[in-house]
């Protein structure tokens, strides 16, 4: 089991920036590949980033590629969403997320935590 605890949510400008946390604890963090979804009322879940446990090769939804830029640090079992460029359209909660390396699922969730972009 994995738990995940999101925090950094909150109300921005247009064309500022906000930092996501997601705290994990449980089982080797290491083997997670870890995600942030994002969902808006109404409207399906979406992908917004996930990143590997090395770090490397990020992926990220178009509609947020070269605006926001995800991390881990897997000695505190964090992972990090540094939004900027934010836009009005950008509102939503979001989740974080975990998945096993060979598994296309991903089937841990935080509760979520609300961004809100103001135009």
């Known amino acids: 089991q994995v738990q995940l605890v999101e925090s950094g949510g909150g109300l921005a400008q247009a064309g500022g920036s906000l930092r996501l946390s997601c705290a994990a604890s449980?089982?080797?963090?290491?083997?997670?590949?870890m995600g942030w979804f994002r969902q808006v009322p109404g409207k399906e879940r979406e992908f917004v980033a996930a990143?590997?446990?090395?770090?490397?090769?990020?992926k990220y939804a178009d509609s947020v590629k070269d605006r926001f830029t995800i991390s881990r640090d897997n000695a505190k079992k964090m992972v990090y969403l540094q939004m900027d460029k934010l836009k009005p359209e950008d509102t939503a909660v979001y989740y974080c997320?975990?998945?096993?390396?060979?598994?296309?699922?991903?089937?841990?969730w935080g509760q979520g935590t609300q961004v809100t972009v103001s135009s």
């Open positions: 997320a975990a998945r096993e390396d060979n598994r296309d699922t991903y089937e841990y």
């Open positions: 990143t590997g446990w090395s770090g490397l090769l990020p």
């Open positions: 449980g089982r080797t963090f290491t083997a997670y590949v």
